[in-house]
């Protein structure tokens, strides 16, 4: 080996990430022979052991430990040129990642990014949906490009910018005595079941305000199952374990099948701000400069707003 090369720094970082030559060459498509001599011709290179091989398997030395980090910035810069050297010549090209951790993205981005590649066809946008947490230590490590939340985290170095606004609805089985009425007052709701979102959710946090404003605590509801997903929690509403409340969005499915009531509470407006997020710190990529330019004209604003209130493009 007579330098480092870039493919085989992606050898050697997909190995640390897998802990296993087998798992690295099924990754990469490649023989397990061909990984292990990547690896060992790197370490000659370097005259350092980067893993310590056992029986067991292999685990970083410390050195190893040292070059993950600095393997993937030359990565990142290397991806990042190649992208801007497109660039120059007017190509919008090469990977858009996307972390989107909010329920109400998931709905509005893939059709924000089927209209985003009419105009830029050779972009490839992924839309990992991951925890906020997940997401903020992706954007800043470089493996997502920018995110979508609707909860800020504190102690991370990003940009929040807005994206749309997220309505929350009450929902109940279309069987329910509260599906056939025109509006119920907030005290009503403590003598029913409720499914909540977990603890730390941008959702039941807004819900927990509103009902706050209204003079109720969310301890005075009669919680009776916690979820992780909007859609776990529309299902459980559906099979008759409590009602609850939900992003308009992720109701409306199942509302539009005949299978869930939304419903209608006094002087109960629900509405929750989804952000973009995007590093302070990591240089935008042509293709995620692009989207959020996209992003920002008004015609693309005009959709956004269009999609948050439910009516699907």
């Not at 022979?33 to 370490?43: K, T």
């Not at 893993?51 to 292999?58: A, L, M, N, T």
């Not at 990642?97 to 066809?121: E, M, N, Q, W």
């Not at 493996?143 to 309505?167: H, I, K, W």
Request: aromatic share 6%; proline share 4%.
């Amino acid at each position: 080996m007579s330098g480092l090369e870039i493919h085989t720094l992606r050898v050697f970082l997909e190995a640390a990430k897998t802990q296993s030559f087998s798992e690295a060459a099924r990754s990469l498509k490649l023989s397990q022979p061909a990984v292990s001599m990547q690896i060992r011709a790197l370490e000659d290179y370097l005259q350092v052991e980067l893993f310590e091989r056992s029986p067991q398997g292999i685990c970083l030395t410390r050195a190893g430990q040292a070059l993950v980090p600095m393997a993937q910035q030359i990565i990142d810069m290397v991806i990042s040129a190649e992208e801007r050297i497109r660039a120059s010549t007017s190509e919008v090209v090469g990977e858009l990642v996307i972390g989107c951790s909010a329920t109400a993205g998931k709905y509005v981005l893939p059709h924000l990014v089927a209209r985003f590649r009419r105009l830029y066809p050779d972009v490839h946008v992924t839309i990992p949906v991951v925890s906020r947490r997940t997401m903020m230590e992706g954007i800043l490590s470089g493996e997502y490009d920018l995110g979508v939340t609707s909860m800020r985290e504190p102690d991370y170095d990003v940009n929040y910018s807005d994206f749309l606004t997220d309505q929350l609805v009450l929902i109940a089985p279309v069987s329910h005595p509260w599906a056939h009425r025109d509006t119920i007052s907030a005290r009503e709701m403590l003598s029913e079941q409720f499914i909540c979102r977990e603890p730390e959710s941008a959702c039941r946090a807004t819900v927990s305000a509103g009902l706050a404003r209204l003079g109720i605590d969310m301890d005075q509801l009669q919680i009776v199952m916690q979820v992780g997903s909007a859609e776990a929690l529309a299902m459980a509403v559906e099979h008759g374990i409590g009602v609850s409340f939900v992003s308009l969005l992720a109701a409306l499915p199942r509302v539009a099948l005949g299978r869930l009531a939304i419903i209608q509470v006094k002087r109960l407006v629900l509405r929750n701000p989804v952000e973009l997020v995007t590093s302070r710190t990591r240089a935008a990529t042509p293709a995620q400069a692009k989207f959020v330019e996209f992003v920002n004209q008004p015609q693309s604003r005009s959709l956004i707003q269009m999609l948050s209130e439910g009516h699907m493009a």
